[in-house]
């Protein structure tokens, strides 16, 4: 388990990028956090010449946080079947009482062979 601290700033609220009118911790933020604690999770369970994109998010977000809360995404080991990584993620307020909670699912690609493809769509 590795752990990702966050301070809220006005940027991270839901009023700021459109996704509700408070000035709380956006959803979208939150996951973009957790997602980013999983891919630097999943570097390390991976060749040195691929990487990894995200596929699916399950994420449930049950408390909000104001602007200069601290949050910190618990982000566990990666379960890996060698194509997809899965991890699991808790994100925490200063209180210690979860505010979030989910997975984060990674697949494991070769870069080049992965942007290639995405060219050709253009």
């Given at each position: 388990?590795?752990?990702?601290?966050h301070?809220?700033?006005?940027?991270?609220?839901?009023?700021?990028?459109?996704?509700?009118?408070?000035?709380?911790?956006?959803?979208?933020?939150?996951?973009?956090?957790?997602?980013?604690?999983?891919?630097?999770?999943?570097k390390?369970?991976?060749?040195?010449?691929?990487?990894?994109?995200?596929?699916?998010?399950k994420?449930?977000?049950?408390?909000?946080?104001?602007?200069?809360?601290?949050?910190t995404?618990?982000?566990?080991?990666?379960?890996?079947?060698?194509?997809?990584?899965?991890?699991?993620?808790?994100?925490i307020?200063?209180?210690?009482?979860?505010?979030?909670?989910?997975?984060?699912?990674?697949?494991?690609?070769?870069?080049?062979?992965?942007?290639?493809?995405?060219?050709?769509?253009?």
């Amino acid at each position: 388990m590795r752990q990702f601290q966050h301070t809220v700033t006005p940027d991270n609220t839901a009023a700021s990028v459109g996704s509700g009118d408070l000035e709380v911790l956006a959803t979208p933020v939150l996951i973009t956090w957790c997602e980013n604690a999983a891919f630097t999770m999943c570097k390390s369970s991976i060749a040195a010449d691929r990487t990894t994109v995200g596929t699916m998010v399950k994420f449930e977000h049950v408390k909000g946080s104001p602007v200069d809360a601290v949050v910190t995404v618990n982000c566990a080991e990666p379960i890996n079947d060698g194509r997809r990584l899965v991890c699991h993620v808790t994100v925490i307020d200063s209180e210690g009482e979860e505010i979030a909670r989910g997975e984060v699912h990674r697949a494991v690609v070769d870069p080049e062979r992965f942007m290639s493809k995405c060219q050709r769509l253009v």
